[in-house]
Nanobody, 124 residues
Framework: QVQLVESGGGLVQAGDSLRLSCAASGRTFSNYAMGWFRQAPGKEREAVAAITWNGGSTYYGNSVKGRFTISRDNANNTVYLQMNSLKPEDTAVYYC?????????????????WGQGTQVTVSS
């Protein structure tokens, strides 16, 4: 079992930056690839970014490529999402998740462990 707690969300203006953190506890954090997903009201869950267990590879959803960066610190059991050039359409609840299957990294069904989410609101 892995417990995940997100933090760092908030209300920002378009063009601003924000960094989300996800602290993990429980099973060995470095055993898991990690992902960030988001869901806006009335919309399906969307893959934002994912990172392999050692940070060697990263994957991004098309809507955030070039603006968001995922990273991890295995020594501190934390995964981060740096979000730059934020747009109103980035407004959503952001979730971190631990990957537990061989499905593709940006497929939410690959992830069994989820945090409670943190709200990000970008005003225009």
């Amino acid at each position: 079992q892995v417990q995940l707690v997100e933090s760092g969300g908030g209300l920002v203006q378009a063009g601003d930056s924000l960094r989300l953190s996800c602290a993990a506890s429980g099973r060995t954090f470095s055993n898991y690839a990690m992902g960030w997903f988001r869901q806006a009201p009335g919309k399906e869950r969307e893959a934002v970014a994912a990172i392999t267990w050692n940070g060697g590879s990263t994957y991004y959803g098309n809507s955030v490529k070039g603006r968001f960066t995922i990273s991890r610190d295995n020594a501190n059991n934390t995964v981060y999402l740096q979000m730059n050039s934020l747009k109103p359409e980035d407004t959503a609840v952001y979730y971190c998740a631990a990957k537990s299957s061989t499905l593709p990294y940006l497929n939410h069904r690959a992830y069994n462990y989820w945090g409670q989410g943190t709200q990000v609101t970008v005003s225009s």
